[in-house]
C-alpha cells in the first residue's frame, strides 16, 4: 500500500537554528499539508498546499514557517529560527482530490518529532 | 480555544464489549465530522466522518451518532477488538474555511481494549 514517509524521524536542534522537515507525498497525491501536535496536545492545522501554492493556512503559520515542493517527489516544511515551542510532532499529509470533503483520502506520514533545546 | 473537545482522555474496555467514545464541538460552522485512529509510531488514519445532514454513520464495527442540538457526537465500536487500542482523534471541518481552520482536531482519547 502507497504511504507517505517523513524525515527525519527525529530532530534536535537548538533554538534560533533552522529546520528543514521533509516529506515524500504519495505519488498521484496532488494535495499537501502540514500538522503538528504538542505533547499532550491536540493535533494542529498548519498549512495545505496545491498546484505550488499554499491553499490555507493557519493562525500559528507565521513568517518563520514556510513550505516548497522543491522537486515532483518530496514537500518540506522550514522553520527558519527555531523557538523552543516549536517543539512538537510533525506530520505530513496528502490527498488525490482537496476541499472537503473529502479529508478521507488525506493519508498521514509517521511525523518527525522536532526538539528545540 | 477548544473548539473540539474529548473530555475522555482515556477508556478501557473489555474485548467483545462496546467502546464509545465521545466528542464535543462548539463551532457552529462545522457541518463535517471525522474520527481519526492513531497508533504508536505512526500518523494518524482515517476511520470514519459523518456530515451534518445526516445523524447517524455506520462502517461495519464503527459508528458514529451526531447530535447537532447538543453539538456532541460519538464514535461506537461494537464489538471491541484488542487491535482498536489506540488513540482516537475526532475532528471538525467548518463549511466555509474563509478565516477558518478547515480540519479541527480534539486533544485524543486513549482506548485500551483489554482482553
Known amino acids: 500500500e502507497p504511504e507517505v514517509t517523513q524525515t527525519p524521524s527525529h530532530q534536535v536542534t537548538q533554538m534560533g537554528q533552522e529546520v528543514i522537515l521533509r516529506c515524500v507525498p504519495i505519488s498521484n497525491h496532488l494535495y499537501f499539508y502540514w500538522y503538528r501536535q504538542i505533547l499532550g496536545q491536540k493535533v494542529e492545522f498548519l498549512v495545505s498546499f496545491y498546484n505550488n501554492e499554499i491553499s490555507e493556512k493557519s493562525e500559528i503559520f507565521d513568517d518563520q514557517f514556510s513550505v516548497e515542493r522543491p522537486d515532483g517527489s518530496n514537500f518540506t516544511l522550514k522553520i527558519r529560527s527555531t523557538k523552543l515551542e516549536d517543539s512538537a510532532m510533525y506530520f505530513c499529509?496528502?490527498?488525490?482530490?482537496?476541499?472537503?470533503?473529502?479529508?478521507?483520502?488525506?493519508?498521514f506520514g509517521p511525523g518527525t518529532r522536532l526538539l528545540v533545546l | 480555544d477548544q473548539q473540539v473537545k474529548q473530555n475522555s482522555p482515556s477508556l478501557s474496555v473489555q474485548e467483545g464489549r462496546i467502546s464509545i467514545l465521545n466528542c464535543d464541538y462548539t463551532?457552529?460552522?462545522?457541518?463535517?465530522f471525522l474520527w481519526y485512529k492513531k497508533y504508536p509510531a505512526e500518523g494518524p488514519t482515517f476511520l470514519i466522518s459523518i456530515s451534518s445532514i445526516k445523524d447517524k454513520n455506520e462502517d461495519g464495527r464503527f459508528t458514529v451518532f451526531l447530535n447537532k442540538s447538543a453539538k456532541h457526537l460519538s464514535l461506537h465500536i461494537v464489538p471491541s477488538q484488542p487491535g482498536d487500542s489506540a488513540v482516537y482523534f475526532c475532528a471538525g471541518s467548518p463549511l466555509f474555511t474563509s478565516g477558518n481552520t478547515p480540519l479541527v482536531f480534539g486533544k485524543g482519547t486513549r482506548l485500551s481494549v483489554i482482553a
Open positions: 499529509a496528502s490527498s488525490v482530490l482537496g476541499g472537503r470533503p473529502p479529508w478521507e483520502t488525506q493519508y
Open positions: 463551532n457552529s460552522m462545522f457541518d463535517y
